[in-house]
């Protein structure tokens, strides 16, 4: 991991509309077994990355990064996560866990939303009558668009198959 990869990190993290904790080079830097990391490069220039664990029969995805510079041209996001699959088929893997963020993108390559749910409790009425009012400011809601995933697929390998 070196500070390349970190200034791609922090390309996503200045993007984001949901501010989050960024993580230090440090961090990156330290992850142990089974954590791994997997570059791609255009020549010498790294375009995007991807750290993985495993745990029994799953593969997880746990962060990566990619050069905007090179979503469009060389599709760097999606041949990130065609990447993570070819890893999951090659490892023997039963299934990746993709995450949670990204999911249009994620579907559109033929993953499927695994739907949770959270229960909050407080013992004061009052309370549980804010947290029944706040309910829909605090309840995921998965994307509403009708997405063509068998098209969009065949398009992806293809532009897969292209990238160097």
Not at 83 to 100: M, P, R, S
Not at 132 to 161: D, F, G, N, W
Request: aromatic share 16%; proline share 5%.
């Amino acid at each position: 991991f070196t500070p390349e990869h970190y200034s791609l990190y922090m390309q996503i993290m200045q993007r984001t509309p949901s501010k989050l904790e960024v993580l230090s080079f440090d961090f990156f830097r330290n992850l142990h077994d089974p954590f791994y990391l997997t570059s791609y490069y255009l020549g010498d220039k790294l375009i995007c990355w991807h750290v993985n664990c495993s745990e029994e029969a799953t593969l997880y995805f746990f962060f990566g990064g990619h050069d905007y510079q090179y979503i469009e041209s060389h599709h760097a996001y999606f041949n990130n996560l065609f990447g993570i699959v070819g890893e999951t088929i090659a490892g023997g893997y039963a299934q990746a866990d993709l995450g949670q963020t990204a999911e249009i993108a994620k579907i559109k390559c033929g993953g499927r939303p695994l739907y949770k749910s959270m229960f909050l409790y407080h013992r004061s009425p009052v309370v549980r009558m804010f947290l029944s009012l706040a309910k829909p400011l605090i309840t995921y809601h998965p994307p509403h668009m009708q997405l063509h995933t068998q098209k969009e697929t065949s398009r992806l390998q293809v532009l897969q198959k292209q990238f160097v």
